[in-house]
């Protein structure tokens, strides 16, 4: 069979959940939930980070099988034993994670990915009928590159137009927005909004953005450790009454008020003429100067792959400096472990999963790897107790609401937004005098962004020094005192928060200064 | 000028020369070694697979008088042997390094236990082609004396390249290489592209094998390989997993091995022996020179344990 051609013929889908539930050991992720997503509607899925709705559309895709449970599409049962099966029934997902394969090119990910295709492939004749089915699409993408040569966002829209190229009815958006800048993800959830309209498609999205399923969505269903805690018509909800089914009535953290600066506080990270080289080892990003005051937030904007990744990794001790002078409290710092002991800094990158922990080790372990060789009082110790290391874990797993199926479970095993409170737990706790954060809020549900961006604020009139980076603008006008834009490897701008404009910051961000 | 003396003219043409008649077993295992790789998994066991062919190979040539069978035979026991490896490998929490390790030992072992009888008869050659009919100078006729393995496995580096991207096989086979999660999330099994991967790669490391028993030097003994199976591994990284480079790399490997004996031939009496750790120089030399501790090793597969 031929490329499927641009005429999207067949016609929306409708899928539905009944009773799903799935234990992991004695863990129950999922616990007996039905959900009706409508033929041609817009459908969010919302939850708080470990709520289980990776799970749940996991267990509709034939990736998990779920303990027990129904799926209906178009009202009649369907068994689906993996992936193929659902795609089979027109079903398909864009993971959390990338599935494209990085040494491939785009043609070469679409083409592969297709259920029949032909034992030689025909490059000239595919490439036509790509070229065809890419002019249906709002945007273009590079299709010849490598795929781990393309930027997130690329990544992102590449992992759509696949779907759409193989012509699924009914796709799942696990958080597909938390790699785009807000440009790229309104043109993208666009794109989706009018293939819905249209009655093509039927789109299951997971989101933890209120304003992203307001502006696109027109159902959702919310879920809270498992069950199915309430659905509705977007337009008759508001972002209040939806938090509310998502975290019952707990309430939400709200941010310390900001304490005055201090005039002449001390210098705690001095950044001088920093150079070094990036992934390719073909650009290269330049730090002229850089300082950060003890108890004070300095953001760094800038649109992703611009260097702050790189910046982020050389103040890490990730990534070689080719030439510059980075100091903490007047001390050359070369990020050892020893350093960062003796100087209280602590550092959170993006991505701490693959960046910062070990997947396999388990929770525990992870949480102790600032303090697994030291006793109470900061010496070193010969013989590690495991004792203490759970006890200490157990304590901050509690103060940081990480919900994890054991102490004892893998890292890797835990949901997006609780890795990420696991690694806050361990890296804000303990005295820290220079905290270097990057993205610290992707993935995050509402509440635990609520959280996280208070304990930063709380550091801070605490005293920390803390660098921020960021890709959320939002973000860095709530909690920074000064904000320099990063572009193109230098730092192109910058502003105390008194001054700050949105309008000037973008065009910094853009380049076009 | 006499045609047979041609003086320092000699040491290019036995390099030449040396090149094609040496480079055909590295050629053949790291060409296996390749499409293993290219599936995620690594197979050190080649050397014993190599050395495991050979005996096969000749073995059933001096039974059978054919050396065409004995090619096949060896191929046959590559490919059990890679089977038994990518068998092994898909248990949880074994690894395929260390498995490749106890199966080298596995396959030159059971060789030597097999092979006692072969040292002493002796079995027919693999034909050559002789190319150097256009010259009456007998190093250049000698020198393209070229063995039917040698063309095939030439041919083989084409057509595995052109594979590679244009067949289904070679695109399933480098989604399951480079991610294991793309590749289930497409509904393929990893494990099962895997065992057939290794599988394959074993039958192509048996023949380079039955090269080495079968035309040059062409006797069975236990010395008969001198670890070409394991520097084929380490091509197959210099080469960046890429079936041209593999050639390319076997002809310079074979080109470096035969500098010691040019020389030797042409007169030179001290220090040639220097030049027979050629091919390992020139490997370490290589693969320092295109290293880098910033960056990932460019081409790596990504599900590689060495690339992780
Ligand atoms: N393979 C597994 N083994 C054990 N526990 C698991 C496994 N997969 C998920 N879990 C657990 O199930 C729960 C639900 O996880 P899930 O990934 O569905 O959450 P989520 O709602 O998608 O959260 P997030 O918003 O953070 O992505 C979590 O507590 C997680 O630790
Ligand atoms: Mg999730």
Known sequence: MSAIGPSATGKAIAVETIGMTMRFGTFTALDDVSMKVSAGSFHALLGENGAGKSTLVKCMMGFNHPTEGALLVNNREVTVADPNDAAEHGLGMVYQHFTLVPSLTGAENLVISRRNVPRVIDWARERKALAAFMTTMPFDLPLDVPVRDLAAGEKQKLEIVKQLYLDRRFLVLDEPTSVLTPTEAHEVLGLVRQMTLAGDLTVLMISHKFHEVTAFADAFTVLRKGRFTGSGKVGEHDARSMAAMMIGDQPVATLASRTPLVADAPTVLAVRGLEASDRTGLKTIAIDHVEVHAGEIVGIAGISGNGQKEFTEVLGGQRARRAGDIRVKGKPYGATRRETQELAVRFIPEEPLRNACAPRMTVAENIAFRTFDLDAGGRRISWISVAAMKARAAELVAQFKVKAASLASPLQSLSGGNVQRAVLARELSGEVDLLIVANPCFGLDFSAVAEIRARLMTARNGGTAVLLISEDLDELLELSDRILVMSDGRIVHETPIATASVQTIGEYMAGHH | ?308
């Open chain 2, 1 to 308: 000028m006499d045609a047979g003396d041609i003086g320092w003219w000699g040491v290019p043409i036995a390099i030449v020369g040396g090149a094609i008649r040496v480079s055909t077993p590295f050629l053949f295992v790291s060409l296996g070694e390749t499409i293993t790789e290219r599936s995620g998994r690594i197979n050190l066991g080649l050397e014993g697979t190599l050395v495991f062919g050979a005996m096969t190979a000749y073995a059933v040539t001096v039974v059978t008088l054919s050396p065409w069978l004995g090619v096949l035979a060896a191929m046959a026991a590559g490919t059990l042997f890679g089977l038994f490896h990518g068998w092994i490998c898909k248990f949880p929490r074994v690894n395929d390094i260390a498995i490749g390790i106890a199966l080298m030992l596995l396959g030159t072992g059971l060789a030597f236990f097999f092979g006692k009888p072969f040292i002493q008869p002796s079995a027919p050659d693999l034909p050559a082609i002789s190319l150097g009919w256009w010259s009456d100078i007998p190093q250049v006729r000698a020198a393209l004396q070229i063995n039917v393995l040698f063309l095939i496995g030439a041919a083989l580096a084409l057509f595995l390249w052109w594979a590679f991207r244009t067949t289904r096989i070679g695109l399933v086979l480098r989604v399951v290489g480079d991610s294991s999660d793309a590749a289930r999330a497409m509904g393929l099994n990893p494990d099962t592209v895997r065992l057939l991967a290794t599988a394959a790669g074993g039958a192509l490391a048996a023949i380079g094998g039955a090269y080495l028993t079968l035309y040059y030097p062409g006797s069975w003994n236990e010395g008969v390989s001198s670890g070409q199976g394991l520097m084929a591994v380490a091509l197959v990284i210099f080469a960046r997993w890429n079936p041209l480079g593999c050639f390319a790399a076997a002809l310079l490997f074979g080109g470096a091995g035969a500098l010691g004996p040019a020389l030797q031939s042409v007169g030179v009496t001290q220090g040639y022996y220097l030049f027979y750790a050629a091919p390992y120089v020139l490997t370490l030399v290589v693969m320092i020179l295109t290293s880098s501790p910033g960056r990932a090793l460019a081409g790596a597969p990504g599900e590689l344990t060495v690339a992780k």
